[in-house]
């Protein structure tokens, strides 16, 4: 088992999950939280959770494969998962 020496002492590797995957799974984390807190302040907030699990070639896959995929895609796009406005 790999861990984060430092507090919070966060494991980031065991034998069953590699670090990327662990990686990828914590930022999927963060970034549901950022969202749903935003997404309280939005009135239309449930309809664009519908469109955007209910509509298109998203409609194939889980709601949670397409946050999934949205959460890497943010990650590529701005390289972090904290600090970014709402609008953008």
Known sequence: MAYNPQPPYEIL????I???????????AR???????AATSIENQPVAVERGWS?????????FSNFL???EWLHERAGRG???ALVR
């Open 82 to 84: 904290d600090g970014i």
């Open 31 to 37: 970034h549901w939280t950022s969202w749903a807190t």
């Open 18 to 28: 590699e670090f990327r995957h662990d990686a990828k799974l914590r930022r999927f």
């Open 55 to 63: 509509e298109g070639p998203a409609a194939a896959h889980s709601p």
């Open 69 to 71: 995929r949205w959460s």
């Open 13 to 16: 590797q065991t034998k069953l």
